[in-house]
């Protein structure tokens, strides 16, 4: 875990946000991981993470269930990333 975010997922974050990233000083907080249940919980109110960046990668393919994503206000829509790939935000 730690050498992927090391290797790949720093690095990212620094060509995304070159003015406050610098990939050797960053270090993870909290990590967990999500499985999410239509019929228990079909969504999650808007908000905003309580960190300063965060990442959504996708566990599964997007044919494997309908709707879903991680919504942005600003962008209006929900994106839906393909199974392995990762959205990064500001948390």
């Known amino acids: 875990f730690n050498k992927l975010m090391h290797d790949r997922?720093?690095?990212?974050?620094q060509l995304q946000f070159p003015e406050q990233v610098q990939a050797s000083k960053l270090r993870v907080h909290d990590a967990f991981l999500v499985k999410y249940d239509a019929a228990a919980q079909s969504f999650l109110p808007i908000h905003s993470d309580q960190s300063h960046f965060s990442f959504t990668i996708a566990l599964n393919s997007t044919s494997?269930?309908?709707?879903?994503g991680?919504?942005?206000?600003?962008l209006g829509r929900a994106v839906r990333p393909e199974q392995g790939h990762v959205v990064s935000f500001p948390g």
């Open 9 to 13: 997922l720093f690095p990212m974050l």
């Open 64 to 68: 494997d269930y309908q709707g879903g």
């Open 70 to 74: 991680t919504f942005f206000e600003a």
